[in-house]
T-cell receptor, first 115, second 114 residues
Framework: DAGVTQSPTHLIKTRGQQVTLRCSPK?????VSWYQQALGQGPQFIFQ???????QRGNFPDRFSGHQFPNYSSELNVNALLLGDSALYLC??????????????FGPGTRLTVT | AQSVTQLDSQVPVFEEAPVELRCNYS??????LFWYVQYPNQGLQLLLK??????LVKGINGFEAEFNKSQTSFHLRKPSVHISDTAEYFC????????????FGQGTTLQVKP
């Protein structure tokens, strides 16, 4: 049973560029959430997708956007990269809210470095 | 506003000694509680969860945690640690009013010394 997978593992970008990160959820899950983890901090919620729509969003600017595909996989896009966007980006998969299952399972993350 | 506070940023302990990692939360609604572990250069692994029922919950790798509603705490314990337990530990909550979003604490680094 494959767990949550993310690609790429590492990425180096220059300020002002755009980046796309990818995530495939654990088998059976239909919901994907994205978190940003800055060095030495706890993860911060970016947004959550299910049924191919953004369902809720954390305190992140519009430069952060996403998409969910019919097979439940998801992308996180960040435009106009800033140095402060350097972080570990974590994808978590789960069942849709309201079904009585609250656990979120995390992938290994994508380490983004902005220079 | 809801928040999670992990009271110790670093906890050094000798191998085979007991350990407690402390977590307090603030919320006006009921919560579901989780502990995750993060090994170097890896993602988060779920250690244990409290959803309802018995306030003492057992997880993987010999860890357990006790939910104390009156003190709004969810401390993580292990009676005897191993070198391999060296990692970052995160306490997190989900609000019963918004079950889609995990709110994390800042993390506690457990350093197990030989």
């Amino acid at each position: 049973d494959a767990g949550v997978t993310q690609s790429p593992t590492h990425l180096i970008k220059t300020r002002g560029q755009q980046v796309t990160l990818r995530c495939s959820p654990k088998s059976g899950h239909d919901t994907v959430s994205w978190y940003q983890q800055a060095l030495g901090q706890g993860p911060q919620f970016i947004f959550q997708y299910y049924e191919e729509e953004e369902r809720q969003r954390g305190n992140f600017p519009d430069r952060f956007s996403g998409h969910q595909f019919p097979n439940y996989s998801s992308e996180l896009n960040v435009n106009a990269l800033l140095l402060g966007d350097s972080a570990l980006y974590l994808c978590a998969s789960s069942y849709k809210p309201g079904q009585g299952f609250y656990e979120q399972y995390f992938g290994p993350g994508t380490r983004l470095t902005v220079t | 506003a809801q928040s999670v506070t992990q009271l110790d940023s670093q906890v050094p302990v000798f191998e085979e000694a007991p350990v407690e990692l402390r977590c307090n939360y603030s919320s006006s609604v009921s919560v579901y509680l989780f502990w995750y572990v993060q090994y170097p250069n890896q993602g988060l692994q779920l250690l244990l969860k409290y959803l309802s029922g018995s306030t003492l919950v057992k997880g993987i790798n010999g860890f357990e945690a006790e939910f104390n509603k009156s003190q709004t705490s969810f401390h993580l314990r292990k009676p005897s640690v191993h070198i391999s337990d060296t990692a970052e530990y995160f306490c997190a909550v989900i609000l019963s009013s918004n079950t889609g979003k995990l709110i994390f604490g800042q993390g506690t680094t457990l350093q197990v010394k030989p």
